[in-house]
T-cell receptor
Framework: AQKVTQAQTEISVVEKEDVTLDCVYE???????LFWYKQPPSGELVFLIR??????QNEISGRYSWNFQKSTSSFNFTITASQVVDSAVYFC?????????????FGTGTKLQVIP | GAVVSQHPSRVICKSGTSVKIECRSL??????MFWYRQFPKQSLMLMAT?????????EQGVEKDKFLINHASLTLSTLTVTSAHPEDSSFYIC????????????FGPGTRLLVL
């Protein structure tokens, strides 16, 4: 079973629209971490946010906001007033303990295209 | 802070040759480094976890003798693709964290390998 599911493969929005990227995860650990990374066309992964399993407070950073719902195992990411520079592939990731080692599992990514 | 570099950024080689990719943490000491592989339009797949001064831990299905990992210092890990073949062509990304318990991984810019 996929541990991190990003059901939206590609999304296109017009500039200034809001967009939400979905992420659903699966884990048996009680302590885990969730991440969002941005991968622009250049390829480099940019860290956006980390959230631990005990902190369900939503977070806002500028135009970015994250909604962590433990009850539904979701960690969704919303971009408000999207801009062309937001065009990238966004990965949701889960960090959990596996066989004594911490490892990060990435979702399949959502490609966001913001049209001017 | 938390800058990770990779060298080279792009390499083209002939089938049968070996290629070495370096991953360096520039402004912090990384006791743990991770190597990922990403095929076009796909997610990142963890290949191995590299701990300074000890043998790397490989994920299931990753050939240890094919992908040699050395983590000789707290700021440098190398991945050597031995006897490269066209199917090894991929985007290789390393990441580093302060330790196995450190929550966040910081990613390098990646290395694009093309084997002819």
């Amino acid at each position: 079973a996929q541990k991190v599911t990003q059901a939206q493969t590609e999304i296109s929005v017009v500039e200034k629209e809001d967009v939400t990227l979905d992420c659903v995860y699966e884990t048996r650990d009680t302590t885990y971490y969730l991440f969002w990374y941005k991968q622009p066309p250049s390829g480099e992964l940019v860290f956006l946010i980390r959230r631990n399993s005990f902190d369900e407070q939503n977070e806002i950073s500028g135009r970015y906001s994250w909604n962590f719902q433990k009850s539904t195992s979701s960690f969704n990411f919303t971009i408000t007033a999207s801009q062309v520079v937001d065009s990238a592939v966004y990965f949701c990731a889960l960090r959990e303990r596996s066989g004594g080692y911490q490892k990060v599992t990435f979702g399949t990514g959502t490609k966001l295209q913001v049209i001017p | 802070g938390a800058v990770v570099s990779q060298h080279p950024s792009r390499v083209i080689c002939k089938s049968g040759t070996s290629v070495k990719i370096e991953c360096r943490s520039l402004d912090f000491q990384a006791t743990t480094m991770f190597w990922y592989r990403q095929f076009p339009k796909q997610s990142l797949m963890l290949m191995a976890t590299s701990n300074e001064g000890s043998k790397a831990t490989y994920e299931q299905g990753v050939e240890k003798d094919k992908f040699l990992i050395n983590h000789a210092s707290l700021t440098l890990s190398t991945l050597t693709v031995t006897s490269a073949h066209p199917e090894d062509s991929s985007f290789y990304i390393c990441s580093a964290s302060l330790g196995l318990a450190e929550e966040t991984q910081y990613f390098g810019p990646g290395t694009r390998l093309l084997v002819l």
